[in-house]
């Protein structure tokens, strides 16, 4: 999603070795009490009533996708969007439910589109091939990565406009302003919805200074999530506890760590939740903070 959301600094639950179930599940379950109960104390509608996309807001068809990403060499130019940017739009839903919110400026998201942020299964983008860079920062960074800028592909943005997109949220299908970029070179043209950082995915507060997993979802099918985390290469995730309430989903992982010292890297794990019933409107929590977990992959 893709979306540029802050990612959270998480902690996993550790299992102590000795400790029994029973006491591991009662110390969720008054873990995750205490989450819902912060959720509907406020913040819970504050949530409800923002824009909170389940996709990835820069939009384009596979055929543009494919031919954006599979040569790591091709940048995108851009001069500075010469069309007027409205500080504020309209999100619409089918119920009739509107929203105002600020609008990022295009050159902003020309930027967003041209250095798209990295995400597991496609390939980064050669950063010397980068655009919005200066030559300079070109020159450092081909020293830094030993790749030579006269490989790199330009494919121009040649038209900037204000349109309306059909973007999946938390609360069904909504109509958001987006900006609209045709690329000479590429075979149809990429979207970024407009919407301002400041007003996607607002993070109402939680419990305060705990710290929970590094984690987002995904929503897969038959009522089933995926939740990303970021675990050390040597503990082991046992599993995930898992709470559903009507307005809620709330999450924990099970991690075994290791016993001995580890030296291996960090790594990104999917874990399906199967849920009883489709998540809906409802957010994940985190149940150590109250927390939501961002939508899209790590």
Known sequence: MIRYFVILAL???AVPNGRNEAGLSASFAGRAEQALMTWRGGPGAIWQSGFNPRQDLTIMSPEVAAARFGNPDL???YDKPDVPSPATGTIRWADGHTLEVPLMPADIAAYRV???RAIPGRPSVNPVCQGGITEEQRQRLSEETGNDPSKCEQAKVTRVTLEKVTVSTHRGPAEAPAWRFDVDGLPGPIRQVAVADAAVDLMPPGLGPTTPFDGSFEEAKNNTLTIHLISLGCD???GMNVREEPDAVVVEPRILPSD???DMPATIIQ???KLSSPLGNRPVLDARTGLRLFYGPL
Do not use: D, H, M
Request: proline share 11%.
């Open 236 to 238: 082991r995730l046992l």
């Open 260 to 262: 001995a010292k580890c």
């Open 11 to 13: 902690l996993a639950v």
């Open 271 to 273: 874990q399906p939740v």
């Open 114 to 116: 041209a250095n798209p």
């Open 75 to 77: 940048g995108l130019v």
